[in-house]
């Protein structure tokens, strides 16, 4: 299957999930985040060695379907794979625990996953670090930088360009 084919039937499906969604803070339509991700998933292929961009393509654009829609973890693997249903669960904050342990607990699992879930998480923390929501405190801006470099910390390792990425974007984060 082409990689076109892939990027296509991935994103159909998310654009049905996430259809009534915008990006907080906006009235854009939340299926521009996921394919923010997408681009960046796509540089950073270009960059990088051994990489496998048609894995990564799809958690790229299906990494908050299992946290934000009422997809199944059974419609996830019956439609894209287990691998694929493996990666978006850990990068799926789990909602039973509390909250300040949620991404630590996310991070423990990515990294149990391949590098590409690596890189997805890296590259949905870029995305993410645009202006924030007006509505968000001074300790809410800093907290989700702060986030990010733990991200970083944590995520060292799994992909270089991404990495740099976001250093540069945690720098200028909130200015």
Do not use: C
């Given at each position: 299957?082409?990689?076109?084919?892939?990027?296509?039937?991935?994103?159909?499906?998310?654009?049905?999930?996430?259809?009534?969604?915008?990006?907080?803070?906006?009235?854009l339509?939340?299926?521009?985040?996921?394919?923010?991700?997408?681009?960046?998933?796509f540089?950073?292929?270009e960059?990088?060695?051994?990489?496998?961009?048609?894995?990564?393509?799809?958690?790229?654009?299906?990494?908050?379907?299992?946290?934000?829609?009422?997809?199944?973890?059974?419609?996830?693997?019956?439609?894209?794979?287990?691998?694929?249903?493996?990666?978006?669960?850990?990068?799926?904050?789990?909602?039973?625990?509390?909250?300040?342990?949620?991404?630590?607990?996310?991070?423990?699992?990515i990294?149990k996953?391949?590098?590409?879930?690596?890189?997805?998480?890296?590259?949905?923390?870029?995305?993410?670090?645009?202006?924030?929501?007006?509505?968000?405190?001074?300790?809410?801006?800093?907290?989700?930088?702060?986030?990010?470099?733990?991200?970083?910390?944590?995520?060292?390792?799994?992909?270089?360009?991404?990495?740099?990425?976001?250093?540069?974007?945690?720098?200028n984060?909130?200015?």
């Amino acid at each position: 299957m082409s990689i076109q084919t892939i990027y296509q039937k991935t994103i159909k499906f998310a654009a049905k999930k996430h259809a009534k969604q915008t990006i907080p803070g906006t009235d854009l339509p939340y299926l521009v985040h996921l394919s923010n991700v997408a681009m960046e998933i796509f540089i950073a292929f270009e960059k990088s060695k051994n990489f496998d961009l048609e894995f990564a393509i799809r958690i790229a654009l299906l990494h908050d379907t299992l946290e934000d829609t009422d997809t199944t973890f059974e419609e996830l693997e019956n439609l894209f794979g287990i691998k694929t249903r493996q990666a978006v669960e850990a990068l799926t904050k789990n909602a039973v625990i509390n909250k300040s342990e949620r991404m630590n607990d996310s991070l423990k699992r990515i990294r149990k996953q391949p590098n590409e879930v690596w890189a997805v998480k890296l590259a949905d923390r870029i995305t993410n670090l645009q202006t924030p929501p007006h509505y968000w405190s001074e300790e809410k801006i800093k907290n989700y930088k702060n986030e990010a470099i733990l991200i970083l910390k944590e995520l060292k390792g799994g992909n270089s360009y991404l990495e740099e990425r976001l250093k540069e974007k945690i720098e200028n984060y909130g200015r």
